[in-house]
C-alpha cells in the first residue's frame, strides 16, 4: 500500500501540471485581459466615455487616449509583455515558492485574497458535508430494508420533488416564506451574523450563526441529499441480494447483524467513491446561494475575479481546488481498503 501511495503521489506532479497549464492557456485567451479593465477604468475616470470598441481588444487602445508609454508600462506590470509560455514558466516558478502572486483586483497576495473568503465556504461545505452524510446514510438504509413500503414510497416522493426544485427558485421561496418580515419571518435574509454579534456571548454567537446558516444550508445539501440518499438505497439493495448474505442468513444469523455486518461494509464502497471532494469543501461556493443570501465566500470571489479578469486569483483557486481533488482521490482509494481489506492496491 506504502508503493501505491507513492506511486499516486509522484502522478500528481503531472496532472497538476497539465491542469494548469490548459487552464493558464484558456484564461489569458480568452476575450479581455487585466489591461483592458484597467484602461477601461482610465477612460471612464477620465470621461471619454463609456463604451467599449468592437471586440473588446487591445487593437481598440488607441481609441482610449491612453499614451503607448502607459500601454506599455501597463503590460509590463501586470506581465504581458512576454510571450504566454514565458509568463506560464515564471507563474510555475513562484508557485514552488509558494507565490501566487498578487490580485489584480484587491492588490493583495492572492492566497491572503483565498484565505479572507475560505472560512464561509468552508463552514458551510464542512457543515453540509456531514449533515448530508449523517443523514442520507442511514436513511438510505432504512428505505433498502422497507423497499415498497409506504415510507419507500412517501419518502422517495418527497426526495425527488426536492431535487426537482433549482436551488436558485428553492433560495427564492426560502427567503420569500421564511426570512425576513415576510410571512413567518423565522430567518435572516441573508449574511453569516448579525449586526449585534460582537455583543453576544459564546453561547449566542453559536445559536445566531445556527441561525443565519439554516436557509443557506438547505439549499446548499437539496440536490446532493436525493442523489446520495438514493445511492446509498440502492447499493444496499444490491448487495443484500448476494449469495453470501442470503447464506448468513440461512444459518440463522439476526436480521440486523446481517444487514450492519455484512451487508453494509460492502454497500458503503459506492458512497466511499462520491467522497472524493470531501477535501474539496473547503473551497466549496455557489455563485447563485451566496448571492441571494449575501454570504461573502468563494462562488462570489470566482465570480468576481473572472469577470474582473484577475488572472493571478483564478489561478490560485484552480490550483489548490485541483490539488485537494487529487488528494481527496488518494484518500478514497485508502478509505477503500478500510471499508473492505480484501481490496488491494498492490
Request: one cysteine or more.
Amino acid at each position: 500500500m506504502g508503493i501505491y501511495i507513492l506511486r499516486r503521489m509522484l502522478l500528481m506532479i503531472p496532472t497538476l501540471f497539465g491542469i494548469t497549464l490548459l487552464s493558464f492557456v484558456i484564461i489569458n485567451l480568452a476575450p479581455g485581459s487585466p489591461i483592458e479593465q484597467r484602461l477601461q477604468a482610465i477612460r471612464l475616470g477620465g470621461g471619454m466615455g463609456s463604451g467599449t470598441a468592437a471586440g473588446g481588444g487591445l487593437s481598440a487602445r488607441g481609441e482610449t487616449g491612453v499614451s503607448q508609454e502607459v500601454l506599455d508600462a501597463l503590460k509590463k506590470q501586470y506581465g504581458f509583455d512576454k510571450p504566454l509560455h514565458e509568463r506560464y514558466v515564471i507563474w510555475m516558478g513562484n508557485v514552488m515558492r509558494l507565490d501566487f502572486g498578487t490580485s489584480f483586483k484587491y492588490e493583495e497576495p492572492v492566497t491572503q485574497v483565498i484565505l479572507q473568503k475560505m472560512p464561509v465556504s468552508l463552514m458551510f461545505g464542512i457543515t453540509g458535508l456531514i449533515l448530508t452524510y449523517l443523514v442520507c446514510v442511514p436513511l438510505g438504509i432504512i428505505k433498502a430494508l422497507k423497499a415498497g413500503t409506504r415510507f419507500d414510497i412517501g419518502s422517495s416522493v418527497i426526495l425527488f420533488v426536492l431535487y426537482s426544485i433549482p436551488p436558485l427558485i428553492l433560495g427564492i421561496l426560502l427567503r420569500l416564506f421564511l426570512a425576513g418580515e415576510n410571512w413567518l419571518g423565522w430567518f435572516p435574509l441573508g449574511g453569516i451574523y448579525p449586526d449585534h454579534y460582537l455583543e453576544l456571548d459564546t453561547f449566542g454567537r453559536i445559536l445566531a450563526r445556527i441561525h443565519h446558516a439554516i436557509l443557506p444550508l438547505a439549499c446548499y445539501m437539496v440536490g446532493s441529499f436525493t442523489f446520495l440518499t438514493i445511492l446509498m438505497q440502492n447499493s444496499m439493495l444490491d448487495v443484500i441480494k448476494l449469495d453470501y448474505v442470503r447464506t448468513a442468513r440461512a444459518k440463522g444469523v439476526a436480521e440486523k447483524k446481517v444487514y450492519m455486518k455484512h451487508a453494509l461494509r460492502n454497500a458503503l464502497i459506492p458512497i466511499v467513491t462520491g467522497m472524493s471532494g470531501i477535501l474539496s469543501v473547503m473551497f466549496a461556493g455557489s455563485i447563485i446561494i451566496e448571492s441571494i443570501f449575501s454570504l461573502d465566500g468563494m462562488g462570489l470571489l470566482t465570480l468576481t475575479s473572472t469577470n474582473a479578469r484577475d488572472y493571478n486569483v483564478l489561478m490560485g483557486l484552480i490550483f489548490f481546488q485541483s490539488l485537494l481533488f487529487l488528494v481527496g482521490r488518494l484518500l478514497v482509494d485508502i478509505l477503500y481498503v478500510v471499508v473492505d481489506p480484501r481490496i488491494d492496491f498492490t
